[in-house]
C-alpha cells in the first residue's frame, strides 16, 4: 500500500461544541513514558484523579472515577447500569442529547417517558412533577444540565426534590457543564453525573468522569440481571478503582488518565470557582459583542449556558460559508445547529482554555469581517 | 483539599503482557495540539488509519476502523452487535480471555457453547466441529487467537473452514496478536476481528481496532432488535467513519487516534513481515535464554505466542517478591499469572517497541542475578 504521511494538522481555535483548546502541560503530561496500569505508581494516579474528580463534581461520592470512553460512554454507563427492563424513566428533551438518553433508555428496556421542551428552552419543573404523579413508579429521572446542542442551562435543584419526594433516581447529563458551570452534585443530590474531558475540562476528549451516590450503587448492585453492558459495568469498575481491591477488569487508557490528572490539576489551581466565574464573564462580553454585530442569542436569560452560546443566523447568510471561511482563513472552528436547529444557529463554545479573552476578540473580528463582505 | 503533585511516573521497561514501551514519534503525536472531530483535516486522519489497520489486519474489509475504547470494548462490539437473545455461540475457552467472552455472550442472551482446555493449550478444532455438528443452528463461533494470560496460540484456519460449512460467523480476539503476529483476517476468513493498541502495536492504551466481514456488518445490520449497546452500535459507527457519511455518532479520542496513525506508520514502515519476523526471533531468543536459567515454558511447541511468553515458577521461589524487585530495582514490568496460574507463572512480554534484544538481555541477566541470591 501507499505510505501514509505523518500527521501534520493544522492549528485550530476551538470555539465550537468541543473539543476546546488544551493547555501545553496537558500535553506534557499526555506524552509522559506510561508505566503499566497495575503498577503501584499508576494506582496512586488514579488516587489523586478520584480525588481531583470529586473536587469539580463537589461530592464526597466514593464512586467517583474515569470512564475509559468518551462522554457518550458516560451516559451509556450512567444508564445501563441502573435501568432494569420494565423500569420508568423520565427523560427530559430538549436537544439532541435528552434523545440520546431516551434511546439509550429504550435499549435497556425501559419504559419512556418524554418530558419534552423546545430547544433551546429548560424543563419545566412542574412537567416533571406532574409526569412523577401519573406515571406509577418511577426509577429514574434524567436531565441534561447543559445541552450541547442548543445552549440551554437546565435548573436543577428542584426537580431534585421532586425526585427525592417521589423516590426516582435522578441521573445528569454535565458533559458541557462540568469545570466550567457549577455543577454540586451532594448539595443538588444528584444520584448519577457524568460528563466528558473535552469541554470545560480541556483536556483531549477520550474520557468520562462519572460519580455515582450510594443509592444509585445499591440499585446496581441489587439488580436482577447482570447490566447488559460487561465493559461499563460499574460493579466491576468500582472495584478496579478501589483503592483497597484494584481487582483487574480493563487496561485503563494510561495516557489519557495522565492528561485528565493535569488538567484536573489546572482546574484545582485555578479555583472551581475563579475558573466559573471566568465562563460566566466570558459568555457575557461575547454575547455583548455578537448583539453588537445584530446577532442574537437564541436562548433567553437565565437559561444561558456560559461554556455555550448558540446565535441565531440572520436572514440570508449562508451560515455553512461562514463557518468554512471561519475554519479555513482564520482557524476558528465554530459549531452550526444540529437537528431541528440545522441551518438556523451556531454554537459558539467558550470551554476551558478556549474561554479566553483574546478568542472572544479575535472571534468577534472575523465574524465581523465575514459577515460585512456578504 | 490537597494541593495535588504533578505526575512524575518512573521510567519502565514494559515486559508484561501490556501495555508495551511506546516509541518517541507516537508520544509526539499523541501530543500535536488536537483539532475538531469532524474538521476536515481529522477526517483525512480517519481515513488514513483505516487503510493503515486493513494493513495490519490485512484485510480489504469497509468496516476496519478504531473503536473509541480499549480492547476490551473491542470484545464487547464484537459481540453485542451480532448476538441476539437465543443465538447459540461455541466460545473456545482456555483462559481469562475466553472466559470474558462467555460472559458477555451470556449478558447478550446468547446460548452459550464453551469448549474448554487446559490453560496454556489451544482448542482442538475436532471439539469445535463435534460442538457445530450438535448444538443446532450456531450464530457464531468465538476464539482468542492469542491468549494473554497463557501465551498460547489459537490457529485459526481449520476452524474457519469449518464456521463457513456450518454457516456461522467466527469472531476472532487478537488483542495479543496483531501487529506482532500475523493475523489473516481475509485469508483465513474471520468474520469479526478486535484488538487492543497497548499490545504489538505500541501506542497506549485506550482504542480498539476492529473489523467487520460484509456477512457480520449484515448480521448486525439485520438484527431483531437494536443492539444493546448505543455507544458500540457499528451501524451507527460505520456512518461515523464513512468517507461519504460522516454523521456525528460520539467525540471520536482524537489524541488516540493520532498517536495510533503515528504506531500504525511505523508498522507499515518496518513492514508488517519482518515485524512479525522480529517477534519471531526475539522470543526465540527469549526462551533460550530463560531455559538457560533453567526456566521452562508453560506452552508447549507449536502453541508458543511469539508476544507473551509465560514461564513456569521453580519450586521454592516466591513469585510476587522476584517481580517486584524486578520492578523496584530494575525498573522492569513482568506479569504475574491469572486466575488458575495465579502464582504459578511469569508472564514476559515482547510486544511491538518492548520487542528488542537489549530488554531481553537486560531482563535475563536481572532474573539472573535475583534467582542466584534467593
Known sequence: ME?????NPPQRILMGPGPSNVHPRVYQALATPIIGHLDPEFLNIMN?????????????NPFTIAISGTGSAGMEAALVNVIEPGDTVIVGVNGVFGGRISEIVRRCGGNLVQIKAAWGEAIDPQRIEDALKTAGKVKAVSLVHAETSTGALQPI???SKLCKQYGALLIVDAVTSL????VKVDEWQIDICYSGTQKCLSCPPGLAPITFSEPALIAARNRKNKAQS???????IADYWADSKRAYHHTAPISMNYALHEALRLVQEEGLEARCERHRRNAAELIAGLQRLNLSPLVAEPHRLPSLTSVKIPAGVEEAKVRKTLLIEYNIEIGGGLGDLAGKIWRIGLMGES???????????????????K
Chains 1, 2 share one sequence.
Do not use: C, H
Open 3 to 7: 505510505k501514509i504521511s505523518a500527521l
Open 355 to 373: 474561554s479566553r479573552k483574546a478568542n472572544i476578540v479575535y472571534l468577534l473580528a472575523a465574524l465581523g469581517e465575514i459577515l460585512q463582505k
Open 179 to 182: 469545570g466550567g458551570v457549577p
Open 48 to 60: 489523586d484523579i478520584q480525588n481531583l474528580l470529586r473536587y469539580v463534581f463537589q461530592t464526597k
Open 230 to 236: 460487561w465493559y461499563l459495568d460499574v460493579t466491576l
Open 157 to 159: 435543584e428542584e426537580i
